[in-house]
T-cell receptor, first 113, second 114 residues
């Protein structure tokens, strides 16, 4: 079945460091890809998305490019802030009439001053 | 602001005592979802409503039920909570069909079972 694999955490960085969180997927068709972020004690918020190959999603300095050839959707940010500390979930959805999300296991990011 | 609201934010119940969690939305979305998220895990879809049509995931225990009396409200009923049902319960909404349409999540209800 469809699945998402993302790197284990926690990822620990100093403020202003470069961030990469790897995400790869397995799907039988052409999924839409998402990054959701979850701050402590809160629900999930959409960070960015891409709906077709070579699309780049971006928001708040974060970027991810839909790479069909490598089935990847890695999350990057050039300079992280303490406020970026959160859990990041990579997810896919297939067009099945409703948008069933398949999540990765999540990667916790800890940014220190 | 249009949003997804969950009440209460924290709920404590006793082992075996029925509990109901509520979700409301002002987005007028026709699809509503309930997820269970245990500590340090990804959210797991329990079921969803497509308008009034209820769709259960195959591995959702019978102990979990849901009601959607109208477009705006959806309820999660746990008939006999066990210790293993302690988790964060997330409600989400989306519009139907459009490729890549996102889900909008509420803040969650954290359920403790004593």
């Amino acid at each position: 079945g469809d699945s998402v694999t993302q790197m284990e955490g926690p990822v620990t960085l100093s403020e202003e460091a470069f961030l990469t969180i790897n995400c790869t997927y397995t799907a039988t068709g052409y999924p839409s890809l998402f990054w959701y972020v979850q701050y402590p004690g809160e629900g999930l918020q959409l960070l960015l998305k891409a709906t077709k190959a070579d699309d780049k999603g971006s928001n708040k300095g974060f970027e991810a490019t839909y790479r069909k050839e490598t089935t990847s959707f890695h999350l990057e940010k050039g300079s992280v802030q303490v406020s970026d500390s959160a859990v990041y979930f990579c997810a896919l959805s297939m067009d099945t009439g409703f948008q069933k999300l398949v999540f990765g296991t999540g990667t916790r990011l800890l940014v220190s001053p | 602001d249009a949003m997804v609201i969950q009440n209460p934010r924290y709920q404590v119940t006793q082992f075996g005592k029925p509990v109901t969690l509520s979700c409301s939305q002002t987005l007028n979305h026709n699809v509503m979802y309930w997820y269970q998220q245990k500590s340090s895990q990804a959210p797991k879809l329990l079921f969803h409503y497509y308008d009034k049509d209820f769709n259960n995931e195959a591995d959702t225990p019978d102990n979990f039920q849901s009601r959607r009396p109208n477009t705006s409200f959806c309820f999660l009923d746990i008939r006999s909570p066990g210790l293993g049902d302690a988790a964060m319960y997330l409600c989400a909404t989306s519009t139907e069909g459009a490729h890549g349409s996102e889900q909008y999540f509420g803040p969650g209800t954290r359920l403790t079972v004593t």
